[in-house]
C-alpha cells in the first residue's frame, strides 16, 4: 500500500522478508536467505531463531529453513472473517461441474484481488492458482466486478493508491481505459479477464452483493482463452454465474 500512515518497522520489515525468501524458496539456510535480505547473517539468523521458538518456521536437516505449520493457524482466522465461504463453496462446485473449467470466489483487500476459495472442474487447467493467490485487482475479472460496485472516486482512490502496473501485456494500464471499463461492467452486471493476469488465461466474474449493496467478494469461472468460446465466456458463463450468486445470496445471512 503505497499511502500506508505510519513508520515501519525495520525489524518487523526484515521478518517478512526473510518469511517470503522461505515461502518463494522452499526451504533454505542463513547464509542463502542472507544473500535475498538487506540484514547481517547474525540478524537473520537471531530473527530465525525466533520465529522457530514461535513455531512460524523450522529447522530441518543441513541446518535449512522451512515455513512451519504454525501458519495454518493464522489462515484459518483469517478465513473466519468470511463465514459465507462455506455456502460459496456449494456454489463453486456446482459452477465447476458445469463448465469443467475453474470456478473461484474473490474478495479484496488492500488493493488486492486474492483467491479465498477454488473448485477445479474435470478439464480445469493447471495454473498457479491457488488458495491465498493475489494479484492487483484491475487485471482480474473478480477484481474488477469488486472495484464496479464502488463510486467513480473510490476508483479513482484506488488507482491513486496502488497505480496500474501490468501484470501482462494485455493489462489495462490507463486510468480513462479502466474507469470506461469499469462503467461497462456496472452496466452489464458482469466482469471479463481478458488475458490480463496470466496469458492463456480469460475469466469472467459477477459480484456478490447483500443488504445494502455490501459487497461481499466476487464468482468467477476462468479457462484457457484456446478452449472458452465468446457465447460461453459472453453468455453462457454469466448466466450461470448470476444464477448461483443469487442461489449465495438468498440462502446466506452473512453478506
Known sequence: MKNASGKPVNAIQTTMAILKTLEDMG??????????VPASKTTVYNHLTTLRQAGYVVKGDRDQYQIGLR??????????????????????????????????????????AYNLTA?????????????????????????????????????????????????????ITNRDDLLEEIRSVREQGVAFNREENILGLVGVAVAL???GDNVAGALCILGPASRMSQSELQEEYPELLKRSANIIELNSTEI
Open 119 to 171: 473448485k477445479y472442474g474435470g478439464k480445469a487447467v493447471q495454473t498457479p492458482f491457488y488458495e491465498g493467490y493475489r494479484t492487483p485487482m484491475h487485471v482480474t475479472a473478480a477484481g474488477k466486478a469488486i472495484l464496479a460496485a464502488r463510486t467513480d472516486e473510490e476508483v479513482e482512490t484506488y488507482i491513486d493508491e496502488y497505480g496500474l502496473q501490468p501484470q501482462t501485456e494485455n493489462s
Open 209 to 211: 452483493t447483500g443488504t
Open 27 to 36: 526451504r533454505a539456510g542463513v547464509t542463502e536467505i542472507t544473500n535475498e
Open 71 to 112: 501458519f495454518l493457524e493464522t489462515a484459518r482466522a483469517a478465513k473466519r472473517r468470511y463465514p459465507i465461504r462455506d455456502v460459496v463453496e456449494k456454489e463453486l462446485e456446482n459452477l465447476a461441474d458445469q463448465t469443467g473449467e475453474i470456478a473461484h470466489f474473490g474478495v479484496a483487500e488492500n488493493g488486492l
